[in-house]
């Protein structure tokens, strides 16, 4: 079975700095899709940013970027010139075969 | 684009009573939705995914009989929690992808669910 692991349950940053929050996964299979979704107060899923498996390129959404290792089985994402509205709980997920397969979450907090 | 709606975003019933959640894709149309389940501070648990016209395929471990889930058109899914007890209030949250070949799904803001 696919596993998707977060080892930081919490994480902070100062406001305009810079945070990187770790995902980990587990899979035999060669094609697959890699997400960030990030869940705020209001419970609203939002995707964050998306990595197709077959791309070497690092994918990259305005101040959000990943760094995906497919050798390590790692999907990192950089959060630059953090804002206070990033506060939220980021999920990293898996997907192949149309479904998903969430990591446990972290808790970014934003300090002003 | 990708706007997924739930309905309703509250709902508090008796226990023994039955509650639909409505999903709605708003401006695409979707191949295939999934229902999920939020306990606080928890991931997200994946209860069924359907496809328009066919029957849900469950998760192990999730009731179908309890869970009854209708894809009746590209737009509309609904999960009707039957016979619902305590231990089913939850966050109840659906998603929705379209006929492409990626695999990103795009979330309806949920519905909290309390069975009293």
Same mark, same amino acid.
């Given at each position: 079975a696919q596993t998707v692991t977060q080892s930081q349950p919490e994480m902070s940053v100062q406001e305009a700095e810079t945070v990187t929050l770790s995902c980990t996964y587990d899979t035999s299979e060669s094609d697959y899709y890699l997400f960030w979704y990030k869940q705020p107060p209001s419970r609203q899923m939002i995707l964050v940013i998306r990595q197709e498996a077959y791309k070497q390129q690092n994918a990259t959404e305005n101040r959000f970027s990943v760094n995906f290792q497919k050798a390590a089985k790692s999907f990192s994402l950089k959060i630059s010139d953090?804002?206070?509205?990033?506060a939220a709980m980021y999920f990293c997920a898996w997907g192949s075969n149309y479904k998903l397969t969430f990591g446990k979450g972290t808790l970014l907090t934003v300090n002003p | 684009g990708a706007v997924v709606s739930q309905h309703p975003s509250w709902v508090i019933c008796k226990s023994g009573t039955s509650v639909k959640i409505e999903c709605r894709s708003l401006d695409f149309q979707a191949t295939t939705m999934f229902w999920y389940r939020q306990f606080p501070k928890q991931s997200l648990m994946l209860m069924a995914t359907s496809n328009e016209g066919s029957k849900a395929t469950y998760e192990q471990g999730v009731e179908k009989d309890k869970f009854l889930i209708n894809h009746? #058109?590209?737009t509309l899914s609904t999960l009707t929690v039957t #016979?619902?007890?305590? &231990?089913?209030s939850s966050f109840y949250i659906c998603s929705a992808r379209g006929d492409? #070949? &990626?695999e990103t799904q795009y979330f309806g803001p949920g519905t909290r669910l309390l069975v009293l």
């Amino acid at each position: 079975a696919q596993t998707v692991t977060q080892s930081q349950p919490e994480m902070s940053v100062q406001e305009a700095e810079t945070v990187t929050l770790s995902c980990t996964y587990d899979t035999s299979e060669s094609d697959y899709y890699l997400f960030w979704y990030k869940q705020p107060p209001s419970r609203q899923m939002i995707l964050v940013i998306r990595q197709e498996a077959y791309k070497q390129q690092n994918a990259t959404e305005n101040r959000f970027s990943v760094n995906f290792q497919k050798a390590a089985k790692s999907f990192s994402l950089k959060i630059s010139d953090s804002q206070l509205g990033d506060a939220a709980m980021y999920f990293c997920a898996w997907g192949s075969n149309y479904k998903l397969t969430f990591g446990k979450g972290t808790l970014l907090t934003v300090n002003p | 684009g990708a706007v997924v709606s739930q309905h309703p975003s509250w709902v508090i019933c008796k226990s023994g009573t039955s509650v639909k959640i409505e999903c709605r894709s708003l401006d695409f149309q979707a191949t295939t939705m999934f229902w999920y389940r939020q306990f606080p501070k928890q991931s997200l648990m994946l209860m069924a995914t359907s496809n328009e016209g066919s029957k849900a395929t469950y998760e192990q471990g999730v009731e179908k009989d309890k869970f009854l889930i209708n894809h009746a #058109s590209l737009t509309l899914s609904t999960l009707t929690v039957t #016979s619902a007890h305590p &231990e089913d209030s939850s966050f109840y949250i659906c998603s929705a992808r379209g006929d492409g #070949s &990626e695999e990103t799904q795009y979330f309806g803001p949920g519905t909290r669910l309390l069975v009293l």
